[in-house]
């Protein structure tokens, strides 16, 4: 199955370190990463999953949870546990699930045979209150995530959801955003009572409305 950007994330349920997960429920009414690892007791993954417990509070403040996932079992999780806890120097915070039945992995396509076809690929998927992807990223085994890129990204889709506005190259919260073209001057006026500055008429540049 291969998902698209706007798709329905697919519910499962599957063990993890914190017990049995059905996605859905564990979502609720938040927002969610979905991040998966191509195995357990790897270097690049066991320094994403110290970085990513550093950051649970701001994911928290975003209102997100975050859910990691590898194909190994979870007996092999829990001793993993140790070790990135050890070698990080912060508590294991959040749940990792156990697909070693693949079954995950299958419905979100992170097992891509040109690359391994026996482990995921390091993917990421953010995922709205509403069950809808919003965001996908697929990295080389290589290459670790930039988790600092994904918060940027929520604030983002946070920002853009509520507000006619999108957001500009290297964009960071606080900063200048772009009226959308679809919105009209008249219309903007009432909506951005702050003004803005137009370069073109499609480029017009408003201080961010909910600062």
């Known amino acids: 199955m291969t998902l698209r950007l706007g798709d329905t994330a697919p519910d499962f349920t599957q063990d993890s370190t914190e017990?049995?997960?059905?996605?859905?429920?564990?979502v609720g009414d938040s927002w969610a990463v979905l991040f998966s690892h191509p195995k357990d007791f790897t270097p690049v993954c066991t320094t994403e999953l110290g970085y990513v417990g550093k950051l649970k509070p701001e994911f928290e403040k975003r209102n997100v949870k975050v859910l990691?996932?590898?194909?190994?079992?979870?007996?092999?999780?829990?001793?993993?546990?140790?070790?990135?806890?050890?070698?990080?120097?912060?508590?294991?915070?959040f749940p990792l699930l156990a697909d070693a039945d693949r079954s995950v992995s299958n419905l979100y396509d992170m097992i891509h045979p040109n690359a391994n076809d026996t482990l995921t690929v390091r993917s990421v998927f953010i995922i709205d209150p509403n069950k809808k992807v919003r965001l996908i990223i697929t990295y080389p085994a290589s290459t670790g995530r930039n988790f600092d890129e994904i918060l940027r990204v929520i604030d983002s889709l946070q920002l853009t959801e509520n507000y006619k506005v999108a957001t500009p190259?290297?964009?960071?919260?606080?900063?200048?955003?772009?009226?959308?073209?679809?919105?009209?001057?008249?219309?903007?006026?009432?909506?951005?009572?702050?003004?803005?500055v137009a370069h073109k008429p499609y480029l017009r540049v408003t201080p961010q409305p909910n600062k």
Do not use: C, M
């Open 19 to 26: 017990g049995s997960i059905n996605f859905y429920n564990f």
């Open 68 to 93: 990691g996932l590898s194909v190994d079992p979870l007996s092999d999780h829990t001793r993993w546990v140790g070790d990135i806890e050890e070698t990080q120097g912060h508590p294991f915070n």
């Open 169 to 196: 190259v290297n964009w960071k919260d606080g900063e200048d955003v772009i009226i959308v073209p679809a919105l009209s001057d008249a219309e903007a006026k009432d909506r951005f009572p702050k003004g803005w």
